[in-house]
T-cell receptor, first 112, second 116 residues
Framework: RKEVEQDPGPFNVPEGATVAFNCTYS??????FFWYRQDCRKEPKLLMS???SGNEDGRFTAQLNRASQYISLLIRDSKLSDSATYLC?????????????FGSGTRLQVQP | NAGVTQTPKFQVLKTGQSMTLQCAQD?????MSWYRQDPGMGLRLIHY???????DQGEVPNGYNVSRSTTEDFPLRLLSAAPSQTSVYFC???????????????FGAGTRLSVL
C-alpha cells in the first residue's frame, strides 16, 4: 500500500463548479500536511498547508481528519486557471528521514 | 530572486555515462533534497541533506551519489546511467523545522533526463 494515496483523476469539471479531492495516508505518525499544485511540465508549488482545525484560503478549503487519516481539498467556483495536478503531501518525523511523502497527484481539468 | 536553480534543464545520456545534476539555492535553507518524478509514481525521494557535510538516503538512492560541501549547493551524481534513470529530477530546499509545520519545500524547475 502506498503511504499517500490519491485518486489520479482526471476530474473534468465546468467553470464555476465545486470539486473535492481526497487523500489518505498510512503513517499515523504524520505530523504536517500540505497540498501542492503542479502545472504541466513545471515544478510543484505549495498551494496551502493543512491545519487540524481546517483552513480556508479564498476559494480553497483544506480539511484534515486524523482519526480516519485523510485530507481533503475543496475548490469552489472553479476557474480555467485551476487546471493542474494537485499533490497531497505529508511529513512524518518518525521515519528518521524528516522528508515529505508525496501522493501521485489528482489531475483537474476545468472546461469552459 | 533566484530561489532554487537547477542545471541543466535537459540532458540526454548514453547507458554507462556519468554526469552531475547541479542544484543551488540562495535562501540559506539548511534542508535540501533530490526527487525523481515518473508518470503515475509521484515524487520519490532520492537523497537529502539537513546541512553542510550531512547527507542521507531517501527512498530510491541506488545509482546516485550526493555531497553537501556548502549550504548553497547540493549536486546529484549519476555514476553509470541506466535507462531506468530516465525521469524528471527535482531539487528542493526548505528550512529544517523539526516540527515539520514550516517544512515548506521550494522546488527548482527540474531536469529532464533521458538515458538511451
Amino acid at each position: 500500500r502506498k503511504e499517500v494515496e490519491q485518486d489520479p483523476g482526471p476530474f473534468n469539471v465546468p467553470e464555476g463548479a465545486t470539486v473535492a479531492f481526497n487523500c489518505t495516508y498510512s503513517n499515523s505518525a504524520s505530523q504536517s500536511f500540505f497540498w501542492y499544485r503542479q502545472d504541466c511540465r513545471k515544478e510543484p508549488k505549495l498551494l496551502m498547508s493543512v491545519y487540524s482545525s481546517g483552513n480556508e484560503d479564498g476559494r480553497f478549503t483544506a480539511q484534515l481528519n486524523r482519526a480516519s487519516q485523510y485530507i481533503s481539498l475543496l475548490i469552489r467556483d472553479s476557474k480555467l486557471s485551476d487546471s493542474a495536478t494537485y499533490l497531497c503531501v505529508v511529513n512524518a518525523l518518525d521515519t528518521g528521514r524528516r522528508a515529505l511523502t508525496f501522493g501521485s497527484g489528482t489531475r483537474l481539468q476545468v472546461q469552459p | 530572486n533566484a530561489g532554487v536553480t537547477q542545471t541543466p534543464k535537459f540532458q540526454v545520456l548514453k547507458t554507462g555515462q556519468s554526469m552531475t545534476l547541479q542544484c543551488a539555492q540562495d535562501m540559506n535553507h539548511e534542508y535540501m533534497s533530490w526527487y525523481r518524478q515518473d508518470p503515475g509514481m509521484g515524487l520519490r525521494l532520492i537523497h537529502y541533506s539537513v546541512g553542510a557535510g550531512i547527507t542521507d538516503q531517501g527512498e530510491v538512492p541506488n545509482g546516485y551519489n550526493v555531497s553537501r560541501s556548502t549550504t548553497e549547493d547540493f549536486p546529484l551524481r549519476l555514476l553509470s546511467a541506466a535507462p531506468s534513470q530516465t525521469s524528471v529530477y527535482f531539487c528542493a530546499s526548505s528550512k529544517n523545522d523539526l516540527s515539520g509545520a514550516k517544512n515548506i519545500q521550494y522546488f527548482g524547475a527540474g531536469t529532464r533526463l533521458s538515458v538511451l
